[in-house]
Antibody, heavy 120, light 112 residues
Framework: QITLKESGPTLVKPTQTLTLTCTFS??????????VGWIRQPPGKALEWLAL???????RYSPSLKSRLTITKDTSKNQVVLTMTNMDPVDTATYYC????????????WGQGTLVTVSS | QSALTQPASVSGSPGQSITISCTGT?????????VSWYQQHPGKAPKLMIY???NRPSGVSNRFSGSKSGNTASLTISGLQAEDEADYYC????????????FGGGTKLTVL
Protein backbone atom coordinates (compact mmCIF):
# COMPACT_ATOMS: atom_id res chain seq x y z
CA GLN A 1 0.00 0.00 0.00
CA ILE A 2 1.48 3.30 -1.12
CA THR A 3 1.13 6.28 1.18
CA LEU A 4 2.71 9.73 1.19
CA LYS A 5 2.58 12.46 3.80
CA GLU A 6 3.79 16.03 3.64
CA SER A 7 5.25 17.83 6.63
CA GLY A 8 6.70 21.24 7.30
CA PRO A 9 5.84 24.66 8.69
CA THR A 10 2.30 25.94 8.43
CA LEU A 11 3.41 29.58 8.56
CA VAL A 12 6.43 31.24 7.03
CA LYS A 13 7.37 34.89 6.75
CA PRO A 14 7.97 36.68 3.47
CA THR A 15 11.54 36.25 2.15
CA GLN A 16 12.08 33.12 4.23
CA THR A 17 12.90 29.71 2.78
CA LEU A 18 10.29 26.96 2.94
CA THR A 19 11.38 23.37 3.49
CA LEU A 20 8.81 20.62 3.02
CA THR A 21 9.35 16.91 3.53
CA CYS A 22 7.44 14.12 1.85
CA THR A 23 7.68 10.85 3.78
CA PHE A 24 6.43 7.84 1.91
CA SER A 25 5.93 4.10 2.28
CA UNK A 26 4.96 1.22 0.05
CA UNK A 27 7.58 1.88 -2.61
CA UNK A 28 11.26 2.65 -2.98
CA UNK A 29 12.71 5.65 -4.75
CA UNK A 30 15.62 3.45 -5.78
CA UNK A 31 13.35 1.38 -8.03
CA UNK A 32 13.97 2.08 -11.69
CA UNK A 33 11.46 4.50 -13.18
CA UNK A 34 9.82 5.66 -9.97
CA UNK A 35 9.35 9.37 -9.35
CA VAL A 36 7.99 11.69 -6.66
CA GLY A 37 6.56 15.08 -7.54
CA TRP A 38 5.36 18.20 -5.77
CA ILE A 39 2.20 20.04 -6.74
CA ARG A 40 0.63 23.05 -5.05
CA GLN A 41 -2.81 24.63 -4.98
CA PRO A 42 -3.51 28.18 -3.76
CA PRO A 43 -6.82 28.50 -1.91
CA GLY A 44 -9.67 28.32 -4.40
CA LYS A 45 -7.33 28.02 -7.35
CA ALA A 46 -5.99 25.37 -9.70
CA LEU A 47 -3.28 22.78 -9.27
CA GLU A 48 0.24 23.77 -10.28
CA TRP A 49 3.04 21.27 -10.85
CA LEU A 50 6.29 22.33 -9.16
CA ALA A 51 8.98 19.68 -9.37
CA LEU A 52 9.73 16.00 -9.91
CA UNK A 53 12.63 13.79 -8.88
CA UNK A 54 13.33 10.42 -10.44
CA UNK A 55 14.89 7.28 -8.98
CA UNK A 56 18.17 8.11 -10.71
CA UNK A 57 18.25 11.64 -9.19
CA UNK A 58 17.19 13.28 -12.45
CA UNK A 59 15.15 16.39 -11.61
CA ARG A 60 12.58 18.55 -13.36
CA TYR A 61 11.32 21.96 -12.28
CA SER A 62 8.55 24.30 -13.27
CA PRO A 63 10.25 26.92 -15.46
CA SER A 64 8.49 29.80 -13.70
CA LEU A 65 9.80 28.70 -10.29
CA LYS A 66 13.03 26.95 -11.23
CA SER A 67 15.30 29.58 -9.71
CA ARG A 68 13.62 29.20 -6.31
CA LEU A 69 13.14 25.42 -6.09
CA THR A 70 15.37 22.54 -5.07
CA ILE A 71 14.19 18.95 -4.85
CA THR A 72 16.25 16.22 -3.22
CA LYS A 73 15.76 12.68 -2.04
CA ASP A 74 16.96 10.52 0.82
CA THR A 75 16.33 6.99 -0.32
CA SER A 76 17.35 5.45 3.00
CA LYS A 77 14.76 7.52 4.85
CA ASN A 78 12.06 7.23 2.15
CA GLN A 79 11.86 11.00 1.97
CA VAL A 80 11.79 13.71 -0.67
CA VAL A 81 12.50 17.30 0.33
CA LEU A 82 11.40 20.44 -1.51
CA THR A 83 12.88 23.81 -0.68
CA MET A 84 11.50 27.09 -2.00
CA THR A 85 13.41 30.29 -1.39
CA ASN A 86 12.21 33.87 -1.05
CA MET A 87 8.65 33.02 -0.07
CA ASP A 88 5.92 35.53 -0.88
CA PRO A 89 2.26 35.74 0.16
CA VAL A 90 1.29 34.53 -3.32
CA ASP A 91 3.00 31.24 -2.44
CA THR A 92 0.31 30.56 0.14
CA ALA A 93 -1.08 27.19 -0.91
CA THR A 94 -1.66 23.57 -0.06
CA TYR A 95 1.43 21.64 -1.10
CA TYR A 96 1.06 18.01 -2.19
CA CYS A 97 3.59 15.32 -2.93
CA UNK A 98 2.65 12.46 -5.23
CA UNK A 99 3.97 9.16 -6.58
CA UNK A 100 4.73 8.39 -10.23
CA UNK A 101 4.95 4.79 -11.40
CA UNK A 102 7.67 3.69 -13.81
CA UNK A 103 6.98 4.41 -17.47
CA UNK A 104 4.03 6.66 -16.70
CA UNK A 105 3.47 10.40 -16.68
CA UNK A 106 0.64 10.71 -14.16
CA UNK A 107 0.52 10.74 -10.38
CA UNK A 108 -1.40 7.78 -9.03
CA UNK A 109 -1.04 8.33 -5.28
CA TRP A 110 -1.14 11.67 -3.50
CA GLY A 111 -0.42 12.83 0.01
CA GLN A 112 -3.09 14.61 2.01
CA GLY A 113 -1.42 17.96 1.44
CA THR A 114 -0.13 20.58 3.84
CA LEU A 115 -1.30 24.18 3.91
CA VAL A 116 1.48 26.74 4.02
CA THR A 117 0.60 30.35 4.73
CA VAL A 118 3.05 33.13 3.95
CA SER A 119 2.46 36.14 6.13
CA SER A 120 4.39 38.52 8.32
CA GLN B 1 3.83 27.94 -20.51
CA SER B 2 0.07 28.47 -20.15
CA ALA B 3 -2.19 26.05 -18.36
CA LEU B 4 -4.51 23.80 -20.31
CA THR B 5 -7.91 25.36 -20.97
CA GLN B 6 -10.98 23.93 -19.25
CA PRO B 7 -14.47 25.37 -18.81
CA ALA B 8 -14.87 26.93 -15.41
CA SER B 9 -18.06 25.04 -14.69
CA VAL B 10 -20.43 22.41 -16.01
CA SER B 11 -23.63 21.04 -14.59
CA GLY B 12 -26.01 18.17 -15.10
CA SER B 13 -28.88 16.36 -13.48
CA PRO B 14 -28.63 12.93 -11.88
CA GLY B 15 -28.57 10.22 -14.51
CA GLN B 16 -27.44 12.55 -17.29
CA SER B 17 -24.06 12.61 -19.01
CA ILE B 18 -21.65 15.53 -19.09
CA THR B 19 -18.39 16.17 -20.89
CA ILE B 20 -15.50 18.35 -19.74
CA SER B 21 -13.05 19.55 -22.35
CA CYS B 22 -9.34 20.23 -21.95
CA THR B 23 -7.59 22.15 -24.73
CA GLY B 24 -3.85 22.37 -25.14
CA THR B 25 -1.38 22.46 -28.00
CA UNK B 26 0.57 20.09 -30.19
CA UNK B 27 3.36 20.26 -27.61
CA UNK B 28 1.23 18.67 -24.93
CA UNK B 29 -2.31 17.31 -25.35
CA UNK B 30 -2.07 16.95 -29.11
CA UNK B 31 1.42 15.53 -29.18
CA UNK B 32 1.16 12.69 -26.70
CA UNK B 33 -1.36 10.22 -25.35
CA UNK B 34 -0.43 11.23 -21.83
CA VAL B 35 -3.51 13.11 -20.67
CA SER B 36 -4.81 12.35 -17.21
CA TRP B 37 -7.83 13.52 -15.23
CA TYR B 38 -8.13 14.11 -11.49
CA GLN B 39 -11.20 14.50 -9.30
CA GLN B 40 -10.98 16.69 -6.21
CA HIS B 41 -13.62 17.01 -3.54
CA PRO B 42 -13.45 20.04 -1.23
CA GLY B 43 -10.63 19.79 1.28
CA LYS B 44 -9.36 16.54 -0.22
CA ALA B 45 -6.36 15.53 -2.29
CA PRO B 46 -6.83 14.97 -6.01
CA LYS B 47 -7.73 11.45 -7.10
CA LEU B 48 -6.62 9.94 -10.41
CA MET B 49 -9.64 9.08 -12.55
CA ILE B 50 -8.23 8.63 -16.07
CA TYR B 51 -4.67 8.22 -17.36
CA UNK B 52 -3.10 7.97 -20.80
CA UNK B 53 -6.24 9.55 -22.30
CA UNK B 54 -8.59 6.58 -21.95
CA ASN B 55 -7.45 4.28 -19.13
CA ARG B 56 -9.19 3.94 -15.79
CA PRO B 57 -7.27 2.97 -12.64
CA SER B 58 -8.55 -0.01 -10.74
CA GLY B 59 -11.52 0.97 -8.61
CA VAL B 60 -12.70 3.91 -10.72
CA SER B 61 -16.25 3.56 -11.99
CA ASN B 62 -16.72 2.79 -15.68
CA ARG B 63 -19.07 5.78 -15.75
CA PHE B 64 -15.91 7.80 -16.25
CA SER B 65 -14.33 7.75 -19.69
CA GLY B 66 -11.74 9.76 -21.57
CA SER B 67 -11.03 10.60 -25.17
CA LYS B 68 -8.95 12.92 -27.31
CA SER B 69 -9.22 14.63 -30.67
CA GLY B 70 -6.39 16.79 -31.89
CA ASN B 71 -5.34 19.21 -29.17
CA THR B 72 -8.47 18.68 -27.07
CA ALA B 73 -9.05 15.92 -24.54
CA SER B 74 -12.40 15.18 -22.94
CA LEU B 75 -13.70 13.56 -19.79
CA THR B 76 -17.21 12.14 -19.96
CA ILE B 77 -19.20 11.15 -16.90
CA SER B 78 -22.31 9.15 -17.60
CA GLY B 79 -25.16 8.38 -15.23
CA LEU B 80 -24.32 11.40 -13.07
CA GLN B 81 -24.50 10.83 -9.35
CA ALA B 82 -24.51 13.30 -6.49
CA GLU B 83 -21.06 12.15 -5.36
CA ASP B 84 -19.61 13.15 -8.74
CA GLU B 85 -19.95 16.80 -7.75
CA ALA B 86 -16.35 17.96 -7.45
CA ASP B 87 -13.60 19.84 -9.22
CA TYR B 88 -11.96 18.09 -12.16
CA TYR B 89 -8.48 18.81 -13.47
CA CYS B 90 -6.84 17.59 -16.63
CA UNK B 91 -3.09 17.34 -17.00
CA UNK B 92 -0.72 16.47 -19.78
CA UNK B 93 2.87 15.59 -20.30
CA UNK B 94 4.66 18.28 -22.27
CA UNK B 95 7.63 18.17 -24.58
CA UNK B 96 9.28 21.22 -23.10
CA UNK B 97 12.76 20.19 -22.05
CA UNK B 98 12.45 21.81 -18.65
CA UNK B 99 8.81 21.16 -17.95
CA UNK B 100 7.29 17.81 -17.10
CA UNK B 101 3.58 18.34 -16.94
CA UNK B 102 0.96 21.02 -16.92
CA PHE B 103 -2.52 21.15 -15.41
CA GLY B 104 -5.73 22.66 -16.60
CA GLY B 105 -7.47 25.45 -14.76
CA GLY B 106 -10.05 23.08 -13.33
CA THR B 107 -13.79 22.60 -13.87
CA LYS B 108 -16.41 22.72 -11.15
CA LEU B 109 -19.04 20.04 -11.76
CA THR B 110 -22.40 20.70 -10.17
CA VAL B 111 -24.98 17.94 -9.98
CA LEU B 112 -28.34 19.69 -9.99
Amino acid sequence: QITLKESGPTLVKPTQTLTLTCTFSGFSLSTSGVGVGWIRQPPGKALEWLALIYWDDDKRYSPSLKSRLTITKDTSKNQVVLTMTNMDPVDTATYYCAHRRPSTTHFDYWGQGTLVTVSS
Amino acid sequence: QSALTQPASVSGSPGQSITISCTGTSSDVGGYNYVSWYQQHPGKAPKLMIYDVTNRPSGVSNRFSGSKSGNTASLTISGLQAEDEADYYCSSYTSSSTLYMIFGGGTKLTVL
